[in-house]
C-alpha cells in the first residue's frame, strides 16, 4: 500500500506486523473528499482484512478539515466494521477543533464493534476516548 494525496492533504503510509498506519497531512478542504478517499479507504480496509491487520489513522498532523471529511470519516468506521477490520482514529488533544470533532465521532460511533478514538499530543496525557 502507498500513500497519496488529494489537493492539500497527503496521507503516509507506515505501520507493523501488527496493524497499518495511515498519517494524514495537510488539510481535507475539497468540497467532495468522498470519492477520492472512499476509494482509498476501500484498499486500506483490503490490505487491513487480508494481513488480519489492524487500521490506524492518525490526524495529529492534520491541519483541518471539513464537515465533508467528517462524514467520509463516519461512512469509513461502518465500513471497516463489516469488513471485521478493527481501526482507531488518533487526534491530538490539545488541538480544540479535532477534540471537538473527534470526541463527537467517538460519541456517533460508540456501539461500533473494533472502533475506537483516542486523544494523544504532547500537551495532553494520551487517553481512550471511544468505547472500551
Not at 500513500?3 to 478542504?29: H, K, P, Q
Not at 466494521?81 to 473527534?102: C, E, I, K, P
Amino acid at each position: 500500500m502507498h500513500g497519496t494525496i488529494f489537493g492539500d492533504l497527503s496521507i503516509e503510509v507506515g505501520g507493523t506486523a501488527e496493524g497499518l498506519e495511515l498519517i494524514w497531512r495537510g488539510s481535507s478542504n475539497s468540497r467532495n473528499p468522498g470519492e477520492a478517499l472512499r476509494a482509498y479507504f476501500k484498499v486500506a480496509l483490503a490490505e487491513a482484512s487480508t494481513r488480519r491487520a489492524k487500521l490506524d489513522l492518525h490526524f495529529e498532523h492534520l491541519i483541518q478539515f471539513n464537515s465533508s471529511t467528517v462524514s467520509v470519516l463516519l461512512h469509513l468506521v461502518d465500513e471497516a466494521v463489516t469488513a471485521g477490520v478493527s481501526m482507531t482514529y488518533f487526534y491530538d488533544g490539545g488541538l480544540r477543533w479535532q477534540a471537538h470533532n473527534f470526541e463527537s465521532i467517538a460519541l456517533l460511533k460508540r456501539d461500533a464493534n473494533g472502533f475506537s478514538v483516542k486523544k494523544v499530543g504532547t500537551s495532553v496525557p494520551a487517553e481512550k476516548v471511544g468505547p472500551a
